[in-house]
């Protein structure tokens, strides 16, 4: 019933006088507003089937946790070809369905070109982090991995890989309008460059626990890594889409309600399940070219059938950040949708959730100030 009070809230504000959606287009989901491309009927709208649009997609990080679910998904959509693209093929032959004869398996060296690798590949899809999400992991090297993009953040793999795949599918001539290079990233890049006025005005997004300890600068290194990516994507005419999910939570229902919002100020859940259907769904979404977007999921809620009329109401990057005033508003209806009871993510710490916070639990890290930094190892895209 909380979402229900918020939309009421949402439309009683459009029918006073004094305010206008006409300035607040950002919360996609909710918003009515005057929108940077042409807003299309979700009734009038009818996507193309993915096999129809591209023949073979790549998948880079394809052995990580997200990326295995977007390898599945895409197998599903009965793409002709799914180029799973790893640095490590005994895993990949460990996590992956290596007997569909869809699949192939390539390894690469993120660090080099991807010409060959993407020499006929329709799209690619980015999943893949600078360092390992396997549990099983030994720490020392989870921590020499951590390290090195600490002290080499230059050489990090989505700082050299992404502006090289970006290069390389620039060869694909094809201009159909759709997105050719799909990006998951995280939420909350850029909220450590915030003003000390804006974190205390938007705490709820700006004192999470991910953020408020920003282990080894992750989140510095995702946000350069989308300013390079940008930056060649428009110099080589290739069409791409951010997608920066929040809390990443296999317990959280699958088949939510996506709620897209620009602003960076999204805080909440989203099964892994929802975050892959996304990533390939944008392949089929005109709507979705040039932008870039944060998404949490509303449990009970089923999803749109289909994501271009909210993604039609989103700003691209070449139109810059919304308002302040904007990005406030965005940011109090984004807080009403958080889990929970008592809603505080502020009050987080960093592997505590907020069932355990209404349960006045301890989070398996410790206390709020007290995590454990190495057990704290962020794991915001896979």
């Known amino acids: ?35 940077t491309t042409p807003v299309v009927e979700t009734s009038l709208f009818v996507p193309k089937e993915l096999k129809s649009v591209v023949k073979t997609v790549a998948v880079a990080g394809a052995t990580g946790r997200t990326g295995q679910v977007v390898v599945q998904t895409l197998l599903n ?10 640095r490590d093929e005994e895993k990949a032959r460990n996590v992956l369905p290596i007997n569909s004869p869809q699949l192939k398996i390539v390894k690469a060296d993120f660090g080099t070109s991807f010409e060959q690798v993407l020499e006929s590949v329709d799209a690619t ?26 002290l080499l953040p230059k ?20 201009n159909d309008g759709l997105p050719k290079l799909v990006v998951c990233s995280s939420a909350g890049v850029t909220r ?37 990516l940008r930056e060649t994507c428009n110099e080589c005419n290739v069409p791409y889409t951010i997608v920066r999910p929040a809390g990443l939570n296999d317990d959280w ?3 939510s309600r996506p709620i897209f919002s620009q602003g960076d100020v999204a805080v909440g859940r989203i099964n892994r399940k929802d975050v892959a259907r996304i990533l390939v769904d944008t392949l089929t979404t005109p709507s979705a070219v040039g932008k870039t977007f944060e ?66 639990e301890t989070g398996r890290l410790g206390e709020r100030g007290q995590e454990d930094a190495a057990s704290a190892a962020p794991k915001p895209t896979s």
């Open 125 to 150: 899809i980015w999943c893949a982090t600078g360092f390992s999400n396997n549990p099983s992991q030994q720490w020392m090297d989870k921590i020499r991995s951590l390290l090195g993009m600490a």
């Open 295 to 360: 998404v949490v999921a509303v449990a009970g809620y089923p999803p749109a059938t289909t994501m271009e009329t909210a993604l039609s109401r989103l700003r691209t990057d070449k139109d810059g950040l919304p308002s302040d005033e904007i990005i406030n508003a965005v940011y109090h209806t984004m807080q009403q949708l958080l889990p929970g009871e008592k809603q505080n993510s502020a009050g987080l710490a960093m592997g505590q959730t907020y069932e355990q916070m209404d349960q006045g």
């Open 1 to 35: 019933m909380k979402l229900v009070y918020v939309f009421a809230l949402l439309i009683a504000i459009t029918n006073t006088e004094s305010f206008s959606f006409n300035a607040f287009p950002f919360l996609s989901t909710v918003a009515t507003a005057v929108p």
């Open 77 to 86: 959509e009965g793409v002709s070809q799914v180029v799973a693209v790893v």
């Open 253 to 255: 229902p699958a088949g």
């Open 192 to 228: 450590p460059t915030w003003s000390d006025d804006k974190k205390k005005r938007l705490v709820g997004a700006a004192d999470i626990p991910i953020v408020r300890l920003n282990p080894f600068g992750i989140l510095d290194i995702k946000r350069e890594s989308e300013e390079r």
């Open 155 to 174: 050489r990090s793999i989505d700082l050299i890989a992404l502006p090289n795949i970006a290069q390389a599918l620039s060869k694909n001539k094809n």
